[in-house]
């Protein structure tokens, strides 16, 4: 299968002298939902900037469906679709006007610019606002704004550079289901997030970036393989003692507050047991729940080593 | 396809560049049009009725080319580099970057938006003169080849200064020290004539003193300049300044990093 992106020992220092990336090697298959994430200030939007030609390499390549983007300007960039991390369209301009403009700069006929437009604002719940000026926009309506922009000429590699900063809960899902569904009709997609819940729902592959070195680049499932342990929390129908907890003998568990008490659970352990404990005594359990995001204490612990 | 492409997106361009400036009319063609009003009223009638004959023509009929093409290269720079600094100060200009409109094609954009301005301005200004004099043409292709060359030479002027300019006083700078002086020096008001030799010599290396004149000429058939030389450097500046433009855009100068 073709990779969408092929990265090879990218270097970016800038005029300041930081150097940003320090020789990141990254494939991103055809057809991917990909995360790369990583802390702030290591790497993921200078890269981005690379693959845009928004900021130009030290040294390195990268190529967009087997092309150079150096080389290949025109047939890479119709590829291609950025949604990046700050509102970068016109303020004054109308919606309709700033999707039709961007339609217009991939050489879309006018008749075609139209229906595209019509088309993505729909999808994105923005058609009723086509006719505002852009500054008039909630947060969460510019950043659809960008979604449907980066799409109106249908690229086939679509990044997103932290798309849902900001953005309230319900909003977040339906966008999820939005780049779900278009990644399911066949558009690569990168994603960029803080929110490691989101790459951990969406995203079958994962690269993780710190001080401009990629770290770790698998897929999701042996990424999350890899946690020795989680601690999940287990919520009680009813109040429990202290003392009657400390009577249940549950290894490695703490009682949190009188409704909750979570457990260490191993790498290779099921949490039968567990539920064998309470049944005994008599505990209705209302729920079961991770106490932080698998995903997130993998990071953590990845970033701590490296 | 490719061909057709390329003149999709500078259409968009040009028409997003007239959506601009006449989605802000009051701050774009109002006050041209306001300012040459009082310099056609106050100088050309009120002075001019007192200062009589200039280089052999009343005083009006001299100052009214001039005037005309001070519209036009004022507003003609002042467009292209509001628009195009004040894209690069909101990052919209990214959407025109990471798209794959050739360079070339980002410049004549923009450039034909720089000269669309300064035309319309100029084409207000010149309605407005009607109030003031009977203006003839004495040869129209002339005026019109010399007007068009020198909105676009100062389209790709501020161009050039939209691209290295990183705050608004950047874009400020130029037209207050540089455009204003050449303008007010370069023969709109008076005729070379009356300058000493030091000051005729010092005339000659201003290039807004040949567009005036040579605009003049097409209004009145008569020049302080010669024209073919004139119609020649015009093509120069167009040349060099589209060749440096280029350069700069192809090394992303003010614009990747």
Redesign the interface.
């Given at each position: 299968m073709t990779s969408a992106i092929s990265i090879k020992d990218l270097y970016k220092t800038?005029?300041n002298g930081h150097q940003a990336l320090k020789g990141v090697d990254l494939e991103v298959e055809e057809g991917d939902f990909f995360a790369l994430l990583g802390p702030n200030g290591a790497g993921k939007s200078t890269t981005i900037?690379v693959i845009?030609?928004?900021?130009?390499q030290t040294s390195g390549t990268v190529s967009v469906f087997g092309k150079d983007v150096a080389t290949h300007?025109?047939e890479t960039?119709?590829d291609?679709g950025?949604v990046?991390q700050?509102v970068?369209?016109?303020?004054?301009e109308k919606v309709m006007?700033i999707v039709m403009?961007?339609a217009?700069?991939?050489?879309?006929?006018r008749a075609l610019a139209r229906e595209r437009t019509e088309k993505y604002l729909k999808k994105l719940g923005l058609w009723d606002k086509r006719n505002n000026r852009a500054r008039m926009l909630s947060g969460g309506m510019k950043r659809r704004l960008m979604i449907a922009?980066a799409l109106v000429h249908e690229p086939r590699l679509l990044i997103l550079d932290e798309p849902t900063a900001g953005v309230d809960i319900e909003l977040r899902r339906s966008m999820w289901e939005f780049l779900q569904e278009i990644n399911d009709n066949g558009t690569t997609i990168i994603l960029t997030t803080h929110y490691l819940e989101e790459a951990e729902s969406l995203c079958r592959n994962i690269a993780i970036i710190d001080e401009g070195r990629i770290i770790e680049n698998t897929s999701m499932k042996l990424l999350l393989n890899k946690l020795d342990s989680q601690t999940l929390v287990f919520d009680l129908r009813e109040e429990i003692e202290p003392s009657a907890f400390t009577a249940l003998s549950i290894e490695r568990s703490r009682l949190v507050d009188p409704h909750s008490f979570e457990v260490d659970i191993g790498k290779d352990e099921d949490i039968n047991g567990v539920f064998q404990h309470l049944q005994a005594h008599n505990i209705g359990v209302k729920g079961l729940r991770n106490k932080t995001n698998r995903l997130e204490q993998l990071f953590l612990a990845r970033l701590k080593s490296a | 396809m490719l061909a057709n492409y390329k003149y999709i997106a500078f259409e968009t361009i040009l028409v997003k560049e007239i959506r601009r400036f006449a989605r802000i009319w009051v701050q774009t063609l109002v006050p041209p049009a306001i300012t040459i009003g009082l310099y056609f009223l106050i100088f050309g009638n009120l002075i001019g009725r007192r200062i009589g004959d200039m280089g052999g023509f009343d005083y009006m009929d001299f100052i009214v080319p001039g005037l005309i093409m001070m519209a036009v290269i004022q507003n003609s720079y002042a467009n292209v580099v509001s628009s195009f600094f004040s894209q690069k100060f909101q990052r919209s200009i990214e959407e025109l970057l990471v798209s794959p409109v050739p360079n070339y094609v980002i410049l004549c954009g923009f450039i034909a938006g720089g000269v669309a301005r300064g035309l319309a301005v100029g084409f207000i200004v010149t309605l407005m003169s009607f109030a003031f004099t009977d203006l003839s043409i004495y040869n129209l292709p002339i005026t019109i080849l010399v007007v068009l060359m020198t909105a676009i030479v100062f389209s790709l002027a501020g161009f050039l200064n939209a691209l290295f300019a990183n705050s608004f006083d950047d874009i400020s700078i130029i037209p207050t020290f540089v455009l204003t002086p050449l303008i007010y020096l370069g023969g709109v008001f008076y005729s070379v004539e009356l300058l000493p030799s030091a000051g005729r010599i010092v005339s000659s290396f201003n290039p807004i003193f040949y567009m005036v004149n040579t605009f003049r000429y097409g209004f009145l058939g008569s020049s302080d300049v010669n024209i073919v030389w004139s119609l020649g450097m015009l093509c120069l500046f167009v040349l060099v300044l589209y060749v440096i433009c280029i350069a700069l855009l192809r090394r992303g100068t003010g614009l990747r990093h």
């Open positions: 800038y005029g900037g845009s030609t928004l900021v130009k300007v025109y960039k119709l291609l950025i990046p700050e970068n369209f016109s303020l004054f006007d403009t961007q217009g700069y991939y050489g879309l006929p922009r | -």
